[in-house]
């Protein structure tokens, strides 16, 4: 299981399986704020990685030549016709 978990001041997202479910918790914390996971059933967890998070003040133009987090070839894609 793929877990993603962002947080600031304010709130919490947390998303699981490259997105497929989604949570947002409001959430006051400070710099002494500690997250943690728990599981009801044996888990071990083979990676674990956590990086600061910048500014979300970007301008269009940076957004659009950030790498993605999962490129085209990697996701499923369907066609739709309405």
Partial sequence: MEIRAFSDWTFMEVYFQKGRVAM????????????????????????????????????EEAVRKAPRAYSASASHTESVVV
């Fill in 24 to 59: 947002t918790a409001v959430n006051a914390m400070n710099d002494n704020t500690g997250i943690s996971l728990s599981s009801t059933a044996d888990v071990t967890a083979t990676g674990v990685a956590a990086y600061p998070m910048q500014s979300i003040w970007v301008s």
